[in-house]
Protein backbone atom coordinates (compact mmCIF):
# COMPACT_ATOMS: atom_id res chain seq x y z
CA UNK A 1 0.00 0.00 0.00
CA UNK A 2 0.78 3.65 0.00
CA UNK A 3 1.91 3.75 -3.39
CA UNK A 4 2.47 7.36 -5.11
CA UNK A 5 2.67 7.95 -8.99
CA UNK A 6 5.02 9.87 -10.23
CA UNK A 7 4.20 10.92 -14.25
CA UNK A 8 6.25 11.19 -16.68
CA UNK A 9 9.79 9.49 -15.21
CA UNK A 10 11.91 11.34 -17.94
CA UNK A 11 11.02 14.02 -19.89
CA UNK A 12 13.33 15.91 -22.30
CA UNK A 13 12.15 19.45 -23.75
CA UNK A 14 13.68 22.46 -25.49
CA UNK A 15 14.03 25.71 -23.98
CA UNK A 16 10.90 27.80 -23.60
CA UNK A 17 8.53 24.74 -23.23
CA UNK A 18 6.26 24.04 -20.58
CA UNK A 19 6.27 21.08 -19.06
CA UNK A 20 3.51 19.67 -16.41
CA UNK A 21 4.35 16.80 -13.83
CA UNK A 22 1.81 15.06 -12.21
CA UNK A 23 1.67 12.86 -8.88
CA UNK A 24 -0.90 10.44 -7.47
CA UNK A 25 -1.32 8.96 -4.65
CA UNK A 26 -2.95 5.57 -5.82
CA UNK A 27 -4.20 3.79 -2.54
CA UNK A 28 -5.15 6.51 -0.41
CA UNK A 29 -6.02 10.11 0.11
CA UNK A 30 -3.71 12.72 0.65
CA UNK A 31 -4.45 16.48 2.11
CA UNK A 32 -1.27 17.44 1.36
CA UNK A 33 1.91 16.61 -1.20
CA UNK A 34 4.96 17.98 -1.47
CA UNK A 35 7.70 18.72 -4.17
CA UNK A 36 10.73 18.97 -3.79
CA UNK A 37 13.82 19.28 -6.33
CA UNK A 38 17.26 16.74 -5.97
CA UNK A 39 20.69 18.09 -7.69
CA UNK A 40 23.13 15.04 -8.31
CA UNK A 41 24.69 14.10 -4.95
CA UNK A 42 22.63 16.53 -3.40
CA UNK A 43 19.77 15.90 -0.42
CA UNK A 44 16.23 16.79 -1.33
CA UNK A 45 15.40 20.61 -1.00
CA UNK A 46 11.76 21.42 -0.56
CA UNK A 47 10.49 23.76 -2.81
CA UNK A 48 6.60 23.98 -2.03
CA UNK A 49 3.62 22.71 0.32
CA UNK A 50 0.57 21.23 -1.49
CA UNK A 51 -2.39 21.49 -0.12
CA UNK A 52 -5.85 20.21 -1.63
CA UNK A 53 -8.16 23.01 -2.67
CA UNK A 54 -5.59 25.78 -1.18
CA UNK A 55 -3.17 27.39 -2.41
CA UNK A 56 0.74 26.16 -2.59
CA UNK A 57 2.94 27.18 0.07
CA UNK A 58 6.06 27.80 -1.52
CA UNK A 59 9.73 28.05 0.52
CA UNK A 60 12.08 30.75 0.13
CA UNK A 61 13.87 31.35 -2.99
CA UNK A 62 11.05 29.20 -5.36
CA UNK A 63 9.55 31.46 -7.90
CA UNK A 64 6.02 30.91 -7.47
CA UNK A 65 5.01 31.74 -11.38
CA UNK A 66 7.85 30.08 -12.87
CA UNK A 67 6.42 26.19 -10.41
CA UNK A 68 2.93 26.76 -11.01
CA UNK A 69 1.53 23.73 -8.29
CA UNK A 70 -2.62 22.58 -8.24
CA UNK A 71 -3.58 20.31 -5.81
CA UNK A 72 -7.02 19.54 -7.25
CA UNK A 73 -8.24 16.69 -5.99
CA UNK A 74 -7.04 14.23 -2.80
CA UNK A 75 -4.90 12.41 -4.95
CA UNK A 76 -3.42 14.36 -7.40
CA UNK A 77 -0.94 17.43 -7.71
CA UNK A 78 0.67 18.66 -10.52
CA UNK A 79 3.74 20.65 -10.89
CA UNK A 80 4.43 23.04 -13.90
CA UNK A 81 7.42 24.17 -14.88
CA UNK A 82 6.84 27.28 -17.21
CA UNK A 83 9.19 28.48 -19.61
CA UNK A 84 11.58 25.97 -18.52
CA UNK A 85 15.04 26.51 -19.33
CA UNK A 86 18.72 24.81 -18.74
CA UNK A 87 19.15 25.59 -15.54
CA UNK A 88 15.55 24.10 -14.44
CA UNK A 89 17.39 20.73 -15.63
CA UNK A 90 16.68 18.68 -12.32
CA UNK A 91 15.38 15.68 -10.51
CA UNK A 92 11.66 16.30 -9.42
CA UNK A 93 10.06 14.41 -6.71
CA UNK A 94 6.44 14.30 -4.90
CA UNK A 95 5.77 13.24 -1.99
CA UNK A 96 1.91 12.38 -0.26
CA UNK A 97 1.54 12.14 3.31
CA UNK A 98 -2.09 10.26 4.21
CA UNK A 99 -4.89 11.93 5.26
CA UNK A 100 -5.74 11.82 9.16
CA UNK A 101 -3.70 9.40 10.58
CA UNK A 102 -2.85 11.40 13.84
CA UNK A 103 -0.06 13.41 15.02
CA UNK A 104 1.33 15.33 11.32
CA UNK A 105 4.66 15.03 12.94
CA UNK A 106 4.90 11.23 13.05
CA UNK A 107 2.85 10.98 9.55
CA UNK A 108 4.97 8.72 6.59
CA UNK A 109 5.59 10.57 4.12
CA UNK A 110 5.47 8.50 0.52
CA UNK A 111 7.64 9.27 -2.14
CA UNK A 112 7.01 9.37 -5.73
CA UNK A 113 9.93 7.85 -7.89
CA UNK A 114 11.12 10.97 -9.12
CA UNK A 115 10.78 13.14 -12.57
CA UNK A 116 14.61 13.81 -14.72
CA UNK A 117 13.43 16.82 -16.44
CA UNK A 118 15.92 17.71 -19.13
CA UNK A 119 16.32 20.85 -20.40
CA UNK A 120 18.18 21.25 -23.79
CA UNK B 1 19.29 26.89 11.07
CA UNK B 2 19.06 23.29 11.28
CA UNK B 3 21.07 20.69 10.05
CA UNK B 4 21.31 17.21 9.26
CA UNK B 5 24.87 15.91 8.55
CA UNK B 6 25.89 12.13 8.11
CA UNK B 7 28.55 10.72 7.60
CA UNK B 8 30.60 9.14 5.60
CA UNK B 9 29.93 10.57 2.41
CA UNK B 10 30.86 7.65 0.67
CA UNK B 11 31.17 4.16 1.62
CA UNK B 12 32.41 1.06 -0.37
CA UNK B 13 32.16 -2.44 0.87
CA UNK B 14 32.01 -6.31 0.05
CA UNK B 15 29.07 -8.06 -0.21
CA UNK B 16 28.05 -10.15 2.82
CA UNK B 17 29.68 -7.24 5.29
CA UNK B 18 28.46 -5.35 7.55
CA UNK B 19 28.51 -1.52 7.82
CA UNK B 20 27.01 1.63 9.73
CA UNK B 21 26.54 5.04 8.33
CA UNK B 22 25.83 7.78 10.86
CA UNK B 23 23.56 11.39 11.30
CA UNK B 24 24.09 14.10 13.88
CA UNK B 25 21.34 16.19 13.89
CA UNK B 26 20.91 19.90 15.35
CA UNK B 27 16.93 20.14 14.87
CA UNK B 28 15.38 21.35 17.46
CA UNK B 29 12.39 20.61 18.77
CA UNK B 30 12.68 17.23 17.52
CA UNK B 31 10.05 14.86 16.63
CA UNK B 32 11.18 12.07 14.67
CA UNK B 33 13.86 10.54 13.19
CA UNK B 34 13.81 8.93 9.73
CA UNK B 35 16.19 6.86 7.47
CA UNK B 36 14.94 6.23 3.81
CA UNK B 37 16.60 4.20 0.83
CA UNK B 38 16.91 6.05 -2.49
CA UNK B 39 17.94 4.27 -5.65
CA UNK B 40 19.83 5.52 -8.81
CA UNK B 41 16.97 7.29 -10.36
CA UNK B 42 14.29 6.52 -7.70
CA UNK B 43 11.94 8.12 -5.15
CA UNK B 44 13.33 7.92 -1.63
CA UNK B 45 11.77 4.63 0.53
CA UNK B 46 11.45 4.79 4.28
CA UNK B 47 13.21 1.91 6.39
CA UNK B 48 12.74 3.32 9.38
CA UNK B 49 10.53 6.10 11.86
CA UNK B 50 11.62 6.74 15.32
CA UNK B 51 10.40 8.87 18.02
CA UNK B 52 12.24 10.96 21.17
CA UNK B 53 11.38 7.67 23.13
CA UNK B 54 12.56 5.30 20.71
CA UNK B 55 16.04 4.14 20.75
CA UNK B 56 16.21 0.94 18.41
CA UNK B 57 14.09 0.09 15.35
CA UNK B 58 14.95 -2.65 13.01
CA UNK B 59 13.59 -3.50 9.56
CA UNK B 60 15.10 -6.75 8.51
CA UNK B 61 18.97 -6.29 8.27
CA UNK B 62 18.75 -3.04 8.90
CA UNK B 63 18.93 -1.73 12.00
CA UNK B 64 18.55 2.24 13.29
CA UNK B 65 19.84 3.45 16.48
CA UNK B 66 18.85 6.92 18.23
CA UNK B 67 20.35 8.85 20.94
CA UNK B 68 18.26 11.99 21.58
CA UNK B 69 20.66 13.27 24.21
CA UNK B 70 23.54 13.16 21.68
CA UNK B 71 21.38 14.09 18.64
CA UNK B 72 22.64 10.95 17.16
CA UNK B 73 21.78 8.32 14.67
CA UNK B 74 22.74 5.47 13.19
CA UNK B 75 21.95 2.96 10.63
CA UNK B 76 23.89 -0.83 10.77
CA UNK B 77 23.21 -2.76 7.92
CA UNK B 78 24.06 -6.31 8.32
CA UNK B 79 25.07 -9.17 6.24
CA UNK B 80 25.51 -5.98 3.09
CA UNK B 81 23.69 -7.79 0.03
CA UNK B 82 24.23 -5.76 -3.80
CA UNK B 83 21.35 -4.44 -3.93
CA UNK B 84 22.28 -2.68 -0.52
CA UNK B 85 23.88 -0.28 -3.26
CA UNK B 86 21.88 3.21 -2.81
CA UNK B 87 22.07 6.39 -1.08
CA UNK B 88 20.78 6.07 2.75
CA UNK B 89 18.86 9.40 3.32
CA UNK B 90 19.08 10.56 7.40
CA UNK B 91 15.52 12.85 7.56
CA UNK B 92 14.73 14.90 10.80
CA UNK B 93 11.19 15.87 11.58
CA UNK B 94 10.89 18.92 14.01
CA UNK B 95 7.94 20.65 14.97
CA UNK B 96 7.99 23.66 13.13
CA UNK B 97 6.05 23.93 10.06
CA UNK B 98 6.04 20.43 8.10
CA UNK B 99 9.12 20.53 6.37
CA UNK B 100 11.47 17.93 6.73
CA UNK B 101 15.09 18.40 7.20
CA UNK B 102 17.34 16.25 4.60
CA UNK B 103 20.89 15.40 5.24
CA UNK B 104 22.85 14.91 1.83
CA UNK B 105 22.78 10.98 2.05
CA UNK B 106 25.51 8.62 2.24
CA UNK B 107 25.99 6.74 -1.19
CA UNK B 108 26.84 2.79 -0.23
CA UNK B 109 28.39 0.74 -3.28
CA UNK B 110 28.41 -2.88 -2.10
CA UNK B 111 30.75 -5.20 -4.29
CA UNK B 112 30.58 -8.68 -5.18
Known amino acids: GAVVSQHPSWVICKSGTSVKIECRSL??????MFWYRQFPKQSLMLMAT?????????EQGVEKDKFLINHASLTLSTLTVTSAHPEDSSFYIC????????????????FGDGTRLSIL | KNQVEQSPQSLIILEGKNCTLQ??????????LRWYKQDTGRGPVSLTI?????NTKSNGRYTATLDADTKQSSLHITASQLSDSASYIC???????????FGKGTSLLVTP
Open chain 2, 50 to 54: MTFSE
Open chain 1, 95 to 110: SARPQGQGYVGNQPQH
Open chain 2, 23 to 32: CNYTVSPFSN
Open chain 1, 50 to 58: SNEGSKATY
Open chain 2, 91 to 101: VVYGYEGYALN
Open chain 1, 27 to 32: DFQATT
